[in-house]
Every structure is written in structure tokens, then in C-alpha cells.
T-cell receptor, first 110, second 112 residues
Framework: ELKVEQNPLFLSMQEGKNYTIYCNYSTTSDRLYWYRQDPGKSLESLFV?????AVKQEGRLMASLDTKARLSTLHITAAVHDLSATYFC??????????FGTGTSLTVIP | EAQVTQNPRYLITVTGKKLTVTCSQNMNHEYMSWYRQDPGLGLRQIYYSMNVEVTDKGDVPEGYKVSRKEKRNFPLILESPSPNQTSLYFC???????????FGPGTRLTVT
């Protein structure tokens, strides 16, 4: 069974600062996903990473994948209040199942 | 508008009373899935379907049933709900390549 671990679970950061959320997974995965969830809302797809070394960027968020280390990172650059949300990573195996991390609750403080 | 819809959005029921949560998508997606979200546990996959009449168990299928008779619909059935099935449920769909999942608005279920 594929296990996905995220850290930190909670992150409080000041506006303008940079930080990274880490996502480790236990066995081979053919793709890695990042999602955002605002309080009381559904999940929104941010990135899908398909291969070793893949890097995707959207605004102040950048995701990368190292399949050899079984590690994905979500880097936040110059955080703003609008980025406050819970971020989930998820891995998918060739069996078409999805395995989610427990989420990182991010609060950006003015 | 491309969307995944779920009904009902909120449901309070009693132990043992059969219920169905409906899920429908208008994007002609092959892949559909059900998840439950519990505090501290993230999302856990209950069942998924690669296409019509093809369903498979996810990580936590016990106590749930699904069917996929039409491509657009993927209902979740709780034959005899128990309090430990109190949770927030999400339906999601994607094309067969699974590059991007679209999530429904969620159904908050309370079983007393």
C-alpha cells in the first residue's frame, strides 16, 4: 500500500516570506498531485507531476518531483494572505488508486 | 459549465437506515471516485470506477457500495449506515489519463 506523508501539518508564515511543504511517499508512484482546499470548500487541483525532475509553477506556487527520493515539494514564494488554505498532496499508483497526505494547513499572517 | 454535482449536500440520518448519495458529472469523464475526509486523516478513497460497469475498491470500502450504470453517474450507497461513517464525502471525476480530478462540493453526513 502506498503511504503519503506531508509535513509540516500546520504552517504559519508571514506575508512576503518563502516556505516549502514536503510530501514523501512510500512506494513507486506514477504521478504526484497537489490540491488546495479553502475552509468549508471542495478541493481544487493545482498541479500534476508526471516524471522525475518535473517542475510546475503557477503564480507564487512551484511544485517539483524527485522520484528517486520519493519526494515532492510545494514551494511558496513571497506568501500573500490569499494563499491561506489547506494543501494536500496525493500519489497515484498504476492501479488507478489515489492516496492522499493528511494535509498542510497554511496561514499567512499580514 | 463543467461540474461535478452531489446530492444531498447535508444529511442527518439514523443508524441502519439505507441511504444513497448521488454524484453526476457533465464532462464525459471515464474515471469517477468517492472519498471521505476526516480530520487528521486527509482524504481516503472509498471506491473508484474506470468506466461504465467497472468499479474497484479503494482504501476504505467497508460499509459502502457503488454502481456505474451510466457514464455520468456514480452513486454511493450506504446499506446500513453506522456512526463511524459520519464524515465529509467528496465525489470526483477525471478523464481516463487522471491528469486532473474535478471534485464535487461535498456531502456532510451525520449518522446518529
Amino acid at each position: 500500500e502506498l503511504k503519503v506523508e506531508q509535513n509540516p501539518l500546520f504552517l504559519s508564515m508571514q506575508e512576503g516570506k518563502n516556505y516549502t511543504i514536503y510530501c514523501n511517499y512510500s512506494t513507486t508512484s506514477d504521478r504526484l498531485y497537489w490540491y488546495r482546499q479553502d475552509p468549508g470548500k471542495s478541493l481544487e487541483s493545482l498541479f500534476v507531476l508526471l516524471s522525475n525532475g518535473a517542475v510546475k509553477q503557477e503564480g507564487r506556487l512551484m511544485a517539483s518531483l524527485d522520484t528517486k527520493a520519493r519526494l515532492s515539494t510545494l514551494h511558496i514564494t513571497a506568501a500573500v494572505h490569499d494563499l491561506s488554505a489547506t494543501y494536500f498532496c496525493a500519489a497515484s499508483n498504476t492501479g488507478n488508486q489515489f492516496y492522499f497526505g493528511t494535509g498542510t494547513s497554511l496561514t499567512v499572517i499580514p | 459549465e463543467a461540474q461535478v454535482t452531489q446530492n444531498p449536500r447535508y444529511l442527518i440520518t439514523v443508524t441502519g437506515k439505507k441511504l444513497t448519495v448521488t454524484c453526476s458529472q457533465n464532462m464525459n469523464h471515464e474515471y469517477m471516485s468517492w472519498y471521505r475526509q476526516d480530520p487528521g486523516l486527509g482524504l481516503r478513497q472509498i471506491y473508484y470506477s474506470m468506466n461504465v460497469e467497472v468499479t474497484d475498491k479503494g482504501d476504505v470500502p467497508e460499509g459502502y457500495k457503488v454502481s456505474r450504470k451510466e457514464k455520468r453517474n456514480f452513486p454511493l450507497i450506504l446499506e446500513s449506515p453506522s456512526p463511524n461513517q459520519t464524515s465529509l464525502y467528496f465525489c470526483a471525476s477525471s478523464s481516463s489519463n487522471r491528469y486532473e480530478q474535478y471534485f464535487g462540493p461535498g456531502t456532510r453526513l451525520t449518522v446518529t
